[in-house]
């Protein structure tokens, strides 16, 4: 049964700071996503990584995967408070199939303090 | 272009009820998936239906139940309702014909099972 670790649960960051996001799971996948939440919101869709060695940027925020450690990354450049969010990386538990059935971290709270 | 919409926003229900809950997927998608999202915590896999039927099931009780209907929209059916069914259940909506099986996600139902 696939599992989906994130770590750290809870990030309290400076403005203008660096950090990383850890997402690892269990078992072969291949296509990792990353999704934002905003309180009491939906899931707003970050990026897609479908291949191992995938980089991804947009903005302060920057996704890479390595299919072969089952570990992604979110790294976040020169924190800002708007990022204040929590952040999940969700895994499909359906390897090479055409279903995609989602299995979510436990998510990141983000905290930008000024 | 619509994205995926869902209704009702806010639900509140008595236990041993029962509730219904409906989603349109975003337009040029066929398959509908249904999270149960408990407060704190990461989405988790109710079912998916493709083509009218289920496709896959997550570790839910057979109180839940789906639909689909020719237009693509779907339903989620939950029978005596138990206080730990309070939650926001969200709805996305992806196509095999996208490489990606990126999923994109509505806005939720907020759940209160009293």
């Known amino acids: 049964e696939l599992k989906v670790e994130q770590n750290p649960l809870f990030l309290s960051m400076q403005e203008g700071k660096n950090y990383t996001i850890y997402c690892n799971y269990s078992?072969?996948?291949?296509?990792l996503y990353w999704y934002r939440q905003d309180p009491g919101k939906s899931l707003e869709s970050l990026f897609v990584?479908?291949?191992?060695?995938a980089v991804k940027q947009e903005g302060r925020l920057m996704a890479s995967l390595d299919t072969k450690a089952r570990l992604s990354t979110l790294h976040i450049t020169a924190a800002v408070h708007d990022l204040s969010a929590t952040y999940f990386c969700?895994?499909?538990?359906?390897?090479?199939?055409?279903?995609?059935?989602?299995?979510f971290g436990t998510g990141t709270l983000l905290a930008v303090q000024p | 272009d619509a994205g995926v919409t869902q209704s009702p926003t806010h639900l509140i229900k008595t236990r041993g009820q029962q509730v219904t809950l409906r989603c349109s997927p975003k337009?040029?998608?066929?398959?509908v998936s249904w999270y149960q999202q408990a407060l704190g915590q990461g989405p988790q896999f109710i079912f998916q239906?493709?083509?009218?039927?289920?496709?896959q099931r997550g570790n839910f009780p057979d109180r839940f139940s789906g639909h689909q209907f020719p237009n693509y929209s779907s339903e989620l059916n939950v029978n005596a309702l138990l206080l730990g069914d309070s939650a926001l259940y969200l709805c996305?909506?992806?196509?095999?014909?996208?490489?990606?099986?990126?999923?994109?996600f509505g806005p939720g139902t907020r759940l209160t099972v009293t």
């Open positions: 969700a895994v499909d538990e359906t390897y090479g199939g055409a279903t995609n059935k989602l299995i």
């Open positions: 078992t072969t996948s291949d296509r």
């Open positions: 990584l479908l291949s191992n060695g």
């Open positions: 337009s040029g998608h066929d398959t």
């Open positions: 239906y493709y083509e009218e039927e289920e496709r």
């Open positions: 996305a909506s992806s196509t095999d014909a996208d490489s990606s099986y990126e999923q994109y």
